[in-house]
Every structure is written in C-alpha cells, then in structure tokens.
C-alpha cells in the first residue's frame, strides 16, 4: 500500500509559480510511473503530467508545455511539479497519483492518489 501527501498548493496571482511535492510512504516508488492530474470545478479529473521511474520519459498535456516540469527525487520517494506563468484556467485540485506500471499516461493504469491539494490562479 502506498500514501501519497500532496503539498505546495495555494493561491497566487496570474504569472506567478507554485511547486508542488508529492511524498509517497509505505512503500517505494522508485519503480512506479507517477503523475499529476487536477480536476477543475465541474470537469473531470485530467492529467497534466507525468514521469517514468527513471525520469527519462515524462508528459505533458499541451496546456502546460513550456511552463510545467515534473521531476522526481527516489531518494526521497518524492515527486514535484514545478508551475510557472500560471493561469487562471490552470486553478483546479492537484492530484498526485502511482501508477501500477512504470511508465504511463493513461488514468486507469493509476492505483494509488493523493487527497488532493488545492491551487487557485487569480487574474
């Protein structure tokens, strides 16, 4: 069983930048595919990015490219995501999420999430 804590979210003004982390306990991630999803009011729950185990391989929604990284440190069992030039259609909740697979953008190869952390962008 894995716990992911999502972290980092909050509200910021249009432009700004926020990092979220994501720990994971329990049990290693070191060899799961993880990523960030958020669900905007009244949407479903997207995906935004995504990494593989090793950090070579990574994802992003095109709404994102060019101002989201998503990075992972398994030393730490931790995985970020770094949001610059922020938007208001980018406010949503934040979900972390372990895949079952190394390597995946898929939802439904997502196991384990987080509860969830709240960023909000106002213009």
């Known amino acids: 069983q894995v716990q992911l804590v999502e972290s980092g979210g909050g509200l910021v003004q249009a432009g700004g930048s926020l990092r979220l982390s994501c720990t994971a306990s329990?049990?290693?991630?070191?060899?799961?595919?993880m990523g960030w999803f958020r669900q905007a009011p009244g949407k479903e729950r997207d995906i935004v990015a995504a990494?593989?185990?090793?950090?070579?391989?990574?994802y992003y929604v095109d709404s994102v490219k060019g101002r989201f990284t998503i990075s992972r440190d398994n030393a730490k069992n931790t995985v970020y995501l770094q949001m610059n030039s922020l938007k208001p259609e980018d406010t949503a909740v934040y979900y972390c999420?372990?895949?079952?697979?190394?390597?995946?953008?898929?939802?439904?190869?997502?196991?384990?999430w987080g509860q969830g952390t709240q960023v909000t962008v106002s213009s």
């Open positions: 999420a372990a895949s079952v697979s190394e390597w995946s953008t898929t939802s439904v190869d997502y196991t384990y």
């Open positions: 329990g049990r290693t991630i070191s060899r799961s595919g």
């Open positions: 990494i593989s185990w090793s950090g070579r391989a990574r």
